[in-house]
């Protein structure tokens, strides 16, 4: 699909008025990938927290469960993933909108990755802290709560928001899945006028944009955790 798009935008010339009358329709997609993406990522955030929490209790076999979701989750294509969600799960009588369905994706799939790096951030807290929350007959709950997680997710934010620029950008897999986000409004403008040129570079601009200034506030973060050490 990508590929006839491409080949129609070629030999095209630029339109400004044509391409100034999209501007609305492609904010509003815009909007909507935002709206994704922000969604997602809190799926994500969420379980990837519940795994990782699990994988590190190691409790015989469910442990190890967890660990094959996050290794066949990061070693599956997401497009996959979308599609398998899409087109078969209504076959088993769970038939959601592509919308609601686009988001469980993008969540599910970045929650193997958020996972890994609460892991990591986890196995950055001093072992000493540990120990003396365990002399100190601590409950795991406020062991978790109280120590470990504020260390370990002052020294992984900014790698979160790496991955929330991420999911921003490979929220345009869905338009595949007949997601109206950003991509989605493209391939349709495309399809009903014939022009790519004018949509596609407004898209990549939005794109841009976005992971500019997100980029900007993820490094402006990133100082002031460092400072706050």
Known sequence: ??????????????????AKSLIPTMLEGLWTTIQITLA?????????LVVAIIRRSKIPVISQLFG?????????PLLIQAYFAYIL???????????????????????????????????DVPVGQWEAATALSLPIQRTWGRIVLPQALRS????????LIQM?????????????????HVDTIGSDTYRYLEPVT???????????ISSQFVRLLERRLVLSR
């Not at 491409?6 to 095209?12: E, R, S």
């Not at 997602?40 to 379980?47: F, H, P, S, T």
Request: hydrophobic share 55%; charged share 10%.
């Open 168 to 184: 921003f950008k490979d929220s345009a897999v869905l338009f595949a899945i007949s997601v109206y986000e950003l991509m989605g």
């Open 1 to 18: 699909m990508m590929g006839s798009t491409l080949a129609a935008a070629g030999g095209q010339t630029w339109d400004s008025a044509f």
């Open 202 to 212: 407004i898209a990549a601009a939005l794109y841009l944009i976005v992971s500019l």
């Open 40 to 48: 997602g990522m809190a799926i994500a955030l969420v379980v990837g």
């Open 68 to 76: 094959f979701y996050v290794q066949f989750v990061r070693g599956t």
């Open 89 to 123: 799960l209504p076959d088993y009588g769970l038939t959601l909108s592509p919308l609601v369905t686009g988001i469980i994706v993008l969540g599910i799939n970045y929650s193997a990755y958020t996972a890994e790096v609460y892991r990591a951030g986890v196995e």
């Open 156 to 163: 992984v934010t900014p790698v979160l928001g790496n991955y």
